[in-house]
């Protein structure tokens, strides 16, 4: 009998077992309908953002294909409770650090810091590199990533006004967006332009 046949009956840890011994990708679902809220909930409590929880459920569930093969857990909620927390954390602690570089970067800039990054960057010519090279990057994406990149970051859309404007599922709007800031950040990184100036042009447009 195939393990999804039987998925609704058994215990987390049942479940659990079976996923190790068959890699049955179902059960991974199994779990993830009985415990998304539960999840969402955690999330919410830490990061304080819905679209931000709701991120964070598909990233913890997808991380459950491989955690659970190296876990062993006595009890899954109180387990995944854990995990849940500590990716928050992370993730609040990547946010601050982005943060407080961009921070240092605008002082360093307003101080007119003279360093190699810095050396020629007045007003005008950081206007120039923010909207030449993001709008050349904008371009160089693909149809679907520039269609809610644009919408995203430079009309100030959210995860769901933009999947209501361009007809996209709202997963693949946070999958259009993802993948569309990352290769913005590698074609600008190809521009020549320093790693700190491009955390300030992506959280600037």
């Known amino acids: 009998m195939k393990p999804s046949n039987i998925n609704n009956t058994l215990s987390d840890n049942e479940l659990i077992t079976l996923y190790k011994e068959n890699s049955d990708k179902e059960i991974i679902g199994n779990l993830y309908k009985r415990y ?10 830490y990061l304080k953002d819905k679209d931000e929880s709701e991120d964070a459920v598909m990233q913890i569930f997808e991380k459950l294909f491989i955690d659970l093969k190296n876990h062993k857990i006595d009890n899954f909620k109180a387990w995944l409770h854990t995990v849940t927390r500590n990716h928050c954390l992370m993730k609040l602690r990547k946010n601050q650090s982005v943060l407080k570089k961009t921070q240092e970067y605008k002082i360093d800039s307003e101080n007119n810091m003279e360093s190699e990054d810095y050396l020629h960057l007045n007003e005008k010519t950081d206007d120039e590199i ?3 090279n993001v709008r050349e990057a904008i371009d160089g994406l693909n149809n679907e990533q520039q269609k809610c990149i644009q919408l995203f970051y430079i009309e100030s859309k959210s995860y769901h006004e933009v999947a209501e404007i361009t007809g996209y599922t709202l997963k693949n709007v946070k999958s259009y967006i993802q993948n569309g800031k990352r290769n913005l950040k590698n074609s600008l990184l190809k521009a020549g332009i320093s790693e700190l100036i491009i955390i300030y042009i992506l959280f600037s447009i």
């Open 130 to 132: 923010k909207f030449k």
């Open 36 to 45: 998304t809220r539960f999840v969402f909930l955690v999330s919410l409590k």
